[in-house]
């Protein structure tokens, strides 16, 4: 299973997901409750049966469950039952799905799987004023599918919590902005968004922060009306912007081809980010008219990347 077939076009707001269920205890008595999930099509490479795996004794979190060949590779296995902190009902045989993002290839053991679907950015609902038993922080949104809810789940966030990030904040930054720089971010995962503010803060840049590519665009129309009614120009409010691809309501596609077809906001440079830009992604990209595009390990250069584009506008 990979990108091929599957991406859709740009700018339709549409992506597909993998749902997928864990079965945890329910009342006494009573029936395993169902827990059902989704992940992009695009970060899976395949679903295989579960090997035996146990808990790692000493392992550094109780979710690690060891590691496993898969052709040319050896990659770690977590259970995300554990992780979730759903009590899994044991079954005879579990199943692993395979993903490939952020340069790193790893498996999460599951129930089992359900299907695939298409749905559009505006169907996922974003989790506010929704209080799941599992981990909130990695439900970024939810999907109404033949009368139950599937929650959308970021993986990134699960890796991050795993394996923290190693970027050192209180070293001296590699860039520093040469004068005021103010940054619209689009990013639905607050841990993604901390990071991004955290970065930019360190080298001198303003971040505007916004929770999905929706609330970016409401932003951006906002001040450009502003800069219209004042006769000032847009850069007085904003600078630049830098947008994940996958967001509820709206994706990073659908807000760039927006950017670039609206005449008081076709020339602020966009950078979009994702943890699978492969060569089709990086294609639809450029489609809709995207100045740069970085993988998600790469966040890290924001700030030069930043500074590099905003001078050569303003050159």
């Known amino acids: ?37 989704g992940v992009n099509v695009a970060k899976v490479m395949e679903v295989i049966e579960s090997p035996r795996l146990e808990p790692q004794p000493g392992a550094a979190h109780p979710s690690y469950r060891g590691l496993i060949p898969l052709r040319h590779h050896i990659l770690p296995v977590i259970d995300l039952a554990v992780w979730l902190g759903i009590a899994k009902v044991q079954a005879p045989r579990d199943n692993v799905i395979i993903t490939e993002f952020s340069k790193t290839i790893t498996g ?7 299907g695939i679907h298409r749905v559009g950015w505006p ?14 922080q990695a439900i970024i949104g939810l999907i109404e599918r033949d009368g139950h809810f599937i929650q959308l789940l ?9 394996s923290p990030s190693e970027i050192d904040f209180d070293a001296p ?6 004068g005021e720089l103010k940054a619209l971010v689009a990013d639905d995962s607050a841990t993604i968004r901390l990071m991004i503010q955290k970065t930019l803060e360190r080298s001198g840049i303003t971040p505007i922060v916004t929770g999905n590519g929706q609330e970016a665009q409401d932003t951006l129309r906002t001040m450009a009306a502003k800069a219209a009614a004042e006769g000032r120009p847009l850069s007085d409010f904003v600078d630049i912007l830098i947008s994940d691809i996958e967001m509820p309501l709206m994706d990073g596609f659908t807000l760039t081809k927006y950017v670039k077809t609206t005449p008081a906001l076709r020339h602020l440079p966009v950078v979009l980010y994702s943890s699978i830009i492969t060569d089709e992604l990086r294609h639809k990209g450029e489609s809709v008219g995207a100045d740069l595009q970085i993988a998600k390990p790469d966040l890290e250069r924001l700030p030069e990347v930043a500074v590099r584009l905003v001078g050569a506008k303003n050159a």
């Open 108 to 114: 999460f053991i599951v129930s089992g799987v359900t």
């Open 1 to 37: 299973m990979n990108d091929t077939g599957i991406l859709l076009e740009t700018g339709t707001n549409e992506l597909e997901i993998l749902e997928f269920h864990i079965d945890g205890e329910g009342e006494a008595d009573g029936p395993p409750e169902r827990h059902s999930f």
């Open 173 to 178: 930054p590699q860039t520093v902005a040469p």
């Open 154 to 162: 970021d993986l990134e966030t699960i890796l991050a919590d795993l």
């Open 123 to 136: 169907e996922v609902i974003p989790p506010d004023g929704y209080m799941p038993k599992t981990g909130i």
